[in-house]
């Protein structure tokens, strides 16, 4: 059975931008830390990722319906509970 990995919350991090971006993705745009949490593991990764997460959802570039859709179908392939 595979060993599924934590992801770290806002505040747990010691970079600070690190805690920030995960704040936003908490009570912002995202509305959910966990995936970002994850992928802040590695701090420069989620510093790269965010802006282009950004720039696709929260500018509206993917419809919201479509956006749904996408973390849905992520959520089912990774069994996860979202």
Not at 44 to 72: D, Y
Request: charged letters at 25%.
């Amino acid at each position: 059975m595979a060993t599924r990995i934590e992801p770290i919350k806002p505040g747990e991090s010691p970079d600070p931008e690190v805690n920030q971006l995960l704040e936003d993705a908490k009570n912002g745009w995202w509305a959910d830390a966990n995936m970002f949490g994850l992928i802040g593991r590695n701090p420069q990764n989620l510093k790269t990722i965010v802006p282009v997460f950004v720039s696709f959802f929260a500018e509206g570039k993917v419809e919201p319906h479509l956006h749904e859709l996408m973390r849905l179908k992520t959520g089912q392939i990774n069994d996860c509970a979202y």
